[in-house]
């Protein structure tokens, strides 16, 4: 009895999703047709204000985690947020990429090396540290 | 991969990213997070490496090969009492790529969708030379650190006459540089822009003192991620700009972190000029006199004592006492002392290293206090034990406005029954301040190397 009406509620909880999602997908759709026109006619100004959007948040938020963060771990906060500042590594792999060598394909490989350093230095690092810190037994 | 897969990959990597640091809130956590962070390169890396305009895998592997070979031969080998000047020298690696990027992204903006060479948006070529200045002051700025850290440059703050006006112009033609740059967009300006970066990062380090070196490797941090926020700017990365905004934010905070354990202003830090390492082996001492005494003397009070916390700072570092403390305070354990650590915020020289230390000397983390934790217990405390701090117990921060340190949030050991003072002479702290302590009647000094003394006491205790 009790299942009965359980399933029965979570059938109707299904639709009511279901419908949410398709009027999400028209809206995505009405979205898409309003800024596609907008896009190309001024993609420079509306691409930096949505970076620039993003980086505002990204700080708030990296300053709320931050805050969070037990004095006893600052150093490897330190080391891994180095390890993570080397996601340039992303620019420089699409420098290294192109088949033919050119200056910036050197210029790519030379920070693909550079930052594969931090990478593998800073999370293995961080590793060491974390793994030292142990409670009383 | 349509441009939206890999948009959705970056987004995922950025929250793994985010979710990284959220795990360093407790050490049960941290390691998890940790693995989070490496997932989330890993994304970010193959989803770069599925983009139809990266070809040459070799080339890349052998790239990798090089630098993942040292970088995981460097950490592995590491000693953790060189871990601040190992971070500054990651730093500057983080820098350097900024720099490159930049570079590659000039003389070939087309792959960056950036327009063709010559015909570069004037907006980008703003962020790509910011990107770049960013990344070569932390560049230069990082390996001068990380020189004074390891010894190969004097601690002492280098100071001249002029010095802030010299930087003062150099700043004010960077901005000049720059705006000729977008203008123009030479190869020469790009140039420019990077030696007068480069030249700026060593005059901006040079006059900071040694123990100001939590400040400056918190603020080369947060430069590290501002300097891959700009790049991340210029390709119209997100994933870039998320992971530099935390962080840059991330470092600022520590440096705000420091700053006010030192009660000191973030400017001042900068402006350098303070302190540096006092040699002065005897000071006048007037009509004051200095009970001292020997280890089979502390280890006596000691075992004697209910409560004993001991106060760590750098000169434990340099000593590498943190085993030959562990083994101590285990002793004292047995004999039913209870024993804890506290941690002034800016002992050693970078935020956190002596809980590093003595984590790796296998203290257990919940024995270990920060200075707002364990300050209101040092009156009812029996045994404070001293060893290689100094300037963070000094009384006079807080009786004596002249002091160099007022103001400076200290731990109270001198409300404790007795103070054991771990020192090799009655030397000054790096403020070049008289710390009154050493004068007390409740105060014994341990004159010697803080390991030997360590281990003088753990055979008494014996």
């Given amino acids: ?137 | 991969m349509s441009q939206n897969t890999a948009a959705f990959l970056y987004l995922i990597s950025s929250v793994l990213f985010v979710l990284a640091l959220r795990g360093l809130s407790s050490p049960t956590t941290a390691r998890q997070g940790n693995l989070f962070g490496i997932v989330g390169m890993v994304i970010a890396v193959a989803t770069t490496l599925a983009m139809p305009n990266v070809l040459s895998y070799t080339t890349i592997l052998v790239a990798v090969l090089i630098g993942g070979t040292a970088g995981t031969f460097i950490a592995l080998r590491i000693q953790m009492t060189a871990l601040p000047q190992l971070v500054a020298a990651f730093h500057s690696l983080v820098g350097l790529a900024a720099v490159f990027v930049a570079g590659a992204a000039f003389y070939a903006p087309e792959a960056y969708g950036l327009g063709a060479p010559g015909a570069i948006a004037a907006g980008s070529l703003v962020e790509m030379s910011l990107g770049t200045a960013i990344g070569a002051i932390t560049f230069t700025g990082s390996i001068i650190a990380f020189g004074k850290l390891q010894g190969l440059i004097t601690g002492k703050p280098l100071v001249f006459f002029g010095q802030h006006f010299v930087n003062l112009a150099l700043g004010i033609g960077l901005v000049v540089l720059i705006v000729w740059f977008a203008t123009a967009q030479p190869a020469l300006g790009f140039w420019a822009i990077v030696l007068i970066s480069l030249l700026l990062g060593v005059l901006l380090i040079v006059p900071i003192g040694g123990a100001d070196m939590p400040v400056v490797i918190s603020m080369l941090n947060s430069y590290s991620g501002w300097a891959a926020c700009g790049i991340g700017f210029t390709l119209s990365n997100p994933a870039l700009i998320i992971t530099g905004a935390l962080v840059g934010s991330s470092g600022a905070i520590l440096s705000y972190i420091m700053c006010k354990g030192m009660n000191r202003s973030f400017f001042s830090v900068i402006l350098g000029g303070f302190g540096g390492e006092t040699d002065a082996a005897a000071m006048d001492l007037g009509d004051r006199t200095v009970k001292s005494g020997s280890a089979a003397d502390a280890s006596f009070i000691m075992e004697n004592a209910a409560s004993v916390i001991i106060v760590p700072g750098y000169g434990m570092a340099v000593a590498q006492a943190q085993h030959a403390l562990r083994e101590m305070a285990d002793l004292l354990k047995s004999k039913g002392v209870t024993v804890r650590y506290a941690i002034h915020p800016v002992a050693g020289r970078m935020p956190g290293h002596m809980n590093v230390l003595l984590a790796e000397a296998n203290v257990p983390y919940d024995e270990v206090l920060e200075l707002d934790e364990i300050n209101r217990d040092f009156p009812s405390n029996d045994v404070a034990f001293v060893i290689g701090a100094n300037d963070v117990t000094n009384p006079s921060a807080k009786t004596d406005p002249t002091s160099p340190i007022y103001g400076m949030p200290i731990l109270d050991v001198e409300r404790s029954g007795t103070v054991l003072f771990v020192k090799r002479s009655l030397a000054s702290g790096y403020a070049g301040v008289d710390n009154p302590l050493f004068y007390r009647d409740n105060t014994m000094m341990l004159f010697g190397d803080a390991k030997q003394m360590c281990e003088g006491i753990i055979k008494a205790l014996e």
């Avoid at chain 1, 898409?32 to 001024?42: C, I």
């Avoid at chain 1, 490989?109 to 810190?133: D, E, H, K, P, W």
């Fill in chain 1, 1 to 137: 009895m009790a299942s009965e009406k359980f399933t029965q509620g979570m059938e109707r909880l299904a639709e009511s999703a279901a419908d949410v999602a398709s009027q999400a997908d028209a809206l995505a759709a009405q979205a898409a047709a309003l800024v596609a026109p907008a896009a190309p006619a001024a993609s420079g100004g509306t691409t930096f204000v949505m970076l620039f959007t993003i980086f505002v948040l990204a700080v708030f938020v990296g300053y709320y985690v931050v805050w969070n963060v037990t004095p006893a771990l600052h150093s490897p906060l330190m080391s891994v947020t180095n390890a993570i500042s080397s996601v340039i590594i992303v620019g420089a792999l699409i420098a290294a990429g192109p088949a033919d060598w050119h200056l910036s394909k050197v210029f790519g490989f030379v920070a693909v090396a550079l930052a594969s350093v931090n990478i593998f230095g800073g999370f293995i690092v961080t590793q060491r540290m974390l793994q030292m810190f142990k409670k009383k037994k």
